[in-house]
């Protein structure tokens, strides 16, 4: 309670976008409840939407008062909580990535929510919400306790959100299968934090850090069960394999923009706890000259290269393509670690810069192959890739978009996915982890090969279904937002990258505690 009482009115300020949320969901939840069941929901999403963008503003406000123009360097990130809880820039560029992501998800769902499939329409919009709201707390978190609550605030909703289609049993499935297995990598997380509790005497990351740099020699066997309990949870989450094995059936189950949420919003919050947590507990001080450290980074690279090889080769049997695009993300989850295994150097202080850029290539490429997936599988009655036949012939602008969208996801120029493969592979060279370089080369050429037989489907099967496909407004104001970011980034990465670099500060918006 002390803590508590000693916020300020200033302090409150910075609490200003996850504040903004909570006001949001609970205004809509009141508004749903007041109105009559013949009354359309869609309104709600655009409230949402509101409620969303004020809140990216919020987290704009902040980056400019980290970042004062003129200054020689960044403002200290801010403590609140006792140091529970941060506001620094590496948080505040994953909170614009969520507020950004989820956006996209409810503007591509406004309008295509059925309430033959959904019920309660009401809640789908607002549920999004606390589900981003979890993954903010879960960025800002330097507690393992406040961390937890984000977790846990992220993973319910999410369940709630994949079992929305009440009447379709694979939803059903879907959220079931993703209960139990969320619960038991929260139960893996909860028995890593044990560990570290019980050794320091404390759930504050950077106190954690302290106290096993002091005593490593007494706690080492049991500084591995932690690194290894608390990596095992976050591969879960992250959907890295060989903890990958609810993605496939929870994205086939669930509704189209909450797969696209479980693939940009929800695995972006988990790479951003697993960034800042294993560094922070065990990339720095006294660990750093600990064997531990070299360990760790060998972990990390192991799950990325076994993410990828798992992910590319099995998507090669797929058939449905939301399986296809689950295992694309077990995969991609392993593109996104590598830049975390690698580590900084003398040569390299960019993996963050490399991982966040890759980050956004991928929200924007995911949510628009979704996106023109949604338009498509709505008139074919079907979510098979085979549905896409013959689409330039039906729909010849979907059929450009979805090409532009493809080449990013294979990391082919010009798009945002091939600079984002690149720069993390250049990385990796600087590192000389040539053999993870090697992996990520081989497996993304495997990719080309399932990627590429979408692009046959809707260039070479004219003779299938004729049916015209026809995406809503705002589902082709969504497709259309993705495909000139996905290009914009891949004619302008520099551009992107600088201002990554320019608000990332290593020393004060990652490591806690110095």
Not at 251 to 263: K, Q, S
Request: aromatic share 14%; with cysteine; charged share 10%.
């Amino acid at each position: 309670m002390n803590q508590l009482e000693r916020l300020t009115a200033g302090d409150i300020v910075h609490l200003a976008p996850e504040i903004t949320l909570v006001i949001t969901a609970v205004v809509l939840s009141l508004i749903d409840l007041a109105l009559p069941r013949s009354v359309s929901r869609n309104f709600l999403g655009w409230l949402a939407l509101v409620g969303t963008a004020v809140s990216a503003a919020f987290v704009l406000g902040d980056i400019a008062a980290l970042n004062p123009s003129g200054a020689e360097q960044q403002a200290t990130a801010i403590s609140l909580l006792g140091n529970s809880w941060r506001v620094d820039d590496f948080a505040n560029l994953f909170k614009l990535l969520f507020l950004g992501g989820t956006a996209l998800i409810l503007l591509m769902s406004i309008g295509n929510v059925k309430e033959s499939e959904i019920p309660h329409t009401g809640e789908y919009y607002y549920l999004f919400l606390p589900a981003t709201l979890g993954a903010m707390v879960m960025a800002s978190s330097g507690d393992l306790i406040t961390l937890f609550v984000g977790l846990e605030l992220l993973s319910i909703t999410s369940y709630v959100l994949v079992g929305m289609r009440k009447k379709i049993y694979a939803s059903s499935e879907a959220a079931f299968k993703y209960v139990v297995t969320g619960g038991i990598s929260s139960a893996i997380i909860l028995y890593g934090m044990s560990f570290l509790y019980g050794m320091s005497g404390s759930t504050n990351i950077a106190v954690i850090n302290q106290s096993l740099s002091a005593n490593y020699a007494s706690f080492e066997p049991l500084i591995y069960m932690a690194f290894f309990l608390l990596l095992a949870g976050f591969g879960f989450k992250i959907a890295a394999a060989p903890f990958h094995m609810w993605a496939p059936d929870v994205y086939e189950g669930a509704p189209n923009p909450v797969t696209a949420y479980l693939a940009v919003v929800s695995k972006a919050a988990g790479v951003a706890i697993t960034f800042r947590v294993l560094y922070d507990l065990f990339g720095y001080r006294g660990l750093f000259e600990q064997p531990i450290h070299t360990d760790v980074l060998a972990a990390i690279g192991a799950l990325a290269a076994a993410a990828m090889i798992v992910g590319n080769f099995i998507a090669l049997r797929q058939t449905n393509m939301k399986r296809m695009l689950a295992y694309s993300g077990i995969a991609n989850a392993g593109y996104l670690l590598v830049p975390i295994g690698t580590h900084f150097g003398m040569v390299h202080y960019s993996n963050f810069s490399e991982m966040f850029f890759y980050l956004i290539a991928y929200m924007f490429m995911n949510i628009g192959a979704i996106a023109v997936f949604m338009a498509v599988s709505n008139a074919a009655k079907s979510e098979n890739i085979s549905a896409f036949a013959g689409l330039y012939y039906r729909a010849p602008g979907l059929a450009i978009a979805m090409v532009i969208l493809i080449l990013s996801l294979a990391g082919l120029p010009v798009t945002g996915g091939f600079f984002g493969k690149l720069y993390i592979m250049l990385g990796t060279l600087q590192m000389q982890h040539y053999w993870l370089a090697a992996i990520m080369i081989g497996t993304s050429v495997v990719s080309f090969y399932y990627y590429f037989g979408v692009i046959r489907q809707m260039f070479m099967r004219s003779e299938a279904d004729e049916t015209a496909v026809k995406a809503t407004l705002t589902n082709s104001i969504t497709i259309w937002i993705c495909v000139a970011a996905t290009l914009l980034t891949g004619f302008f990465p520099h551009v992107v990258l600088r201002f990554i670099e320019s608000v990332f500060s290593l020393q004060n918006d990652l490591f806690l505690g110095m």
